[in-house]
């Protein structure tokens, strides 16, 4: 048999037995579910995958129930080493102004001044100092995080909710994570309550 057609016979096969992996996952060929192990993927550089990505904080509305706001513009790169996770590196930048609320005309309002004041202070960041690997779906990422141009030290609590090959084969990690602040240290008005929950939910696909 030609070295061609033994060539062209060993990628079907291949194929095939990667689209029966999907299949029995109820999946389409060439689309890997995500594995509750971090070490499915790959060491390298990842970016935030914005369609699959939530930002929110949870206020409390004086006292009688949660107003949760969403952030929709979020973008973030990591540098991920599943071989020593302490070794990781992450940057995340918020828009401010991208704020959204149900409540109609809101969100302008607080876009603008005396609350984020999104004009003078467009991004919310987060740069992170330290991983520390808990057990093997949880963590704590330490970091400096940015607000209206004051930065304090911060801590969010991350779930590992799935890693692995992701779509054809390009290598994705999803997390879940918590934190809250107090929004006196950033100049916010004191009628936000004494906490600010901050949730976040994404994927991270490797990319440049």
Do not use: C
């Amino acid at each position: 048999m030609p070295t061609t057609t033994k060539t062209a016979l060993y990628a079907a096969f291949g194929f095939a037995l990667l689209a029966g992996a999907a299949n029995a996952q109820g999946l389409p060929p060439g689309v890997f579910a995500g594995e509750h192990d971090y070490r499915q993927a790959l060491a390298g550089h990842y970016a935030l995958d914005p369609d699959h990505t939530a930002v929110v904080a949870k206020v409390s509305h004086i006292g009688y129930s949660f107003s949760v706001f969403r952030f929709d513009k979020t973008s973030a790169a990591l540098t991920w080493d599943p071989a020593a996770p302490e070794r990781s590196t992450l940057k995340v930048a918020v828009d401010t102004a991208s704020i959204a609320t149900p409540v109609t005309g809101f969100a302008a309002e607080l876009a603008g001044e005396p609350w984020l004041n999104a004009k003078a202070f467009p991004q919310a960041t987060f740069v992170s100092t330290a991983f520390h690997q808990t057990d093997a779906d949880h963590g704590k990422v330490e970091g400096n995080f940015t607000l209206l141009g004051k930065t304090h030290p911060l801590t969010f609590d991350v779930t590992l909710v799935g890693a692995g090959k992701g779509f054809m084969g390009h290598p994705r990690i999803g997390v879940h994570a918590e934190t809250s602040i107090d929004p006196k240290d950033y100049g916010l008005p004191p009628m936000l309550g004494a906490s600010i929950a901050l949730i976040v939910d994404g994927e991270f696909a490797e990319g440049p």
